[in-house]
């Protein structure tokens, strides 16, 4: 049950595209398709914003998309805008029923 | 409309316990698996622990193992985290989250567990 490792920070201008990285292992993102991402903004809960390594839920815009590639996820969040700012959490299914999160990344909209 | 509140929080000692509970509205509890996620002070996001919609299963984090139980009333709407033998790295903001296929699509506000001497 090791947290998956993202970047602590990535930071962009408006308009921009800023991609978050999340790696795991074959016990986790390499073993299943169950790779979901949150955004937390500060005292916030968390909202979900990608599931199933790339399915936005309804009312997400179509700038959040998500990707897998082996142990590795990634978040992409194009047109940057003010009101991405935040911490995003990857997470992954990690068998019997168990999940595991992954370290958080701080996004700055410069 | 949908909504989900914790409670039961508070400064503890290690050693002792405590009893979350997480009250749902505007869905049917019976209908989905339901987990508890805590958050360190400043730091991540930690997966504790799921019971499925029908009870059958449940299942912890390593970590909390054999002093954590969690317990679901549907006729109270309700989910609940019994934390025994607390220590001092069960400190942390506790959410309860719901689960759709495979993700957590409703989040609580969360309550703060504090365990200190």
């Known amino acids: 049950q090791s947290a998956l490792t993202q970047p602590r920070s990535v930071s962009g201008s408006p308009g921009q595209s800023v991609t978050i990285s999340c790696t795991g292992s074959?016990?986790?993102?390499?073993?299943?398709?169950?790779v979901s991402w949150y955004q937390q903004r500060p005292g916030g809960a968390p909202k979900l914003v990608i599931y199933d390594v790339n399915k936005r839920p309804s009312g997400v815009p179509d700038r959040f998309s998500g990707s897998k590639s082996g142990n590795a996820a990634s978040l992409t969040i194009s047109g940057l805008q003010g009101q991405d700012e935040g911490d995003y959490y990857c997470c992954s299914y990690g068998g019997k029923y168990t999940y595991v999160f992954g370290t958080g990344t701080k996004v700055t909209v410069l | 409309q949908v909504h989900m509140v914790e409670s039961g929080g508070g400064v503890v000692q290690p050693g002792r316990s405590l009893r979350l509970s997480c009250v749902v509205s505007g869905f049917a509890l019976s209908d989905y698996s339901m987990h508890w996620v805590r958050q360190v002070p400043g730091k991540g996001l930690e997966w504790v622990a799921f019971?499925?919609?029908?009870?059958?299963?449940?299942f912890y984090r390593d970590s909390v193992k054999g002093r954590f139980t969690i317990s679901r009333d549907s006729s109270k709407d309700a989910v609940f985290l019994h934390m025994d033998s607390l220590r001092s790295d069960d400190t942390g903001v506790y959410f309860c989250a719901r689960e759709d296929g495979d993700a957590f699509d409703l989040w609580g506000q969360g309550t703060t567990v504090t365990v200190s001497s």
């Open positions: 074959s016990s986790d993102i390499g073993g299943y398709n169950f």
């Open positions: 019971i499925s919609y029908d009870v059958r299963n449940k």
